[in-house]
Nanobody, 125 residues
Framework: QVQLVESGGGLVQPGGSLRVSCAAS????????IGWFRQAPGKEREGVSC????????YYAVSVKGRFTISRDNAKNTVYLQMKSLKPEDTAVYYC??????????????????WGQGTQVTVSS
């Protein structure tokens, strides 16, 4: 079993930057991939970024490519999502989740099995 705890969300102005973190504990070596998804009120869940555990391959949603970067610190069992040039439409609760596959076009994490409680990111002036 894996436990995930997100942190680092907050209020940021349009064009600003923010880094959210996901601390993992438990059976962290067993996951296939780990990713970030977000959900805004009244909208469907959207996969944002995905990192494959075995080789570090990363994937990004079209809406965030070039602005967001996913990374990991294996010593700290922590995954990060660095967000730059933030837009009001990036406002959402951001969740990290372990995934059992990469699927779709463009590819994104799928088959989420564990996720955290989420952290709120609000982009507003």
């Amino acid at each position: 079993q894996v436990q995930l705890v997100e942190s680092g969300g907050g209020l940021v102005q349009p064009g600003g930057s923010l880094r959210v973190s996901c601390a993992a504990s438990g059976s962290t070596l067993n996951y296939y991939a780990i990713g970030w998804f977000r959900q805004a009120p009244g909208k469907e869940r959207e996969g944002v970024s995905c990192l494959v555990n075995a080789d570090g391959t990363t994937y990004y949603a079209v809406s965030v490519k070039g602005r967001f970067t996913i990374s990991r610190d294996n010593a700290k069992n922590t995954v990060y999502l660095q967000m730059k040039s933030l837009k009001p439409e990036d406002t959402a609760v951001y969740y990290c989740a372990t995934a059992t596959k990469v699927t779709g076009t463009p590819p994104q994490c799928g088959g989420y099995d564990y996720w955290g409680q989420g952290t709120q990111v609000t982009v507003s002036s």
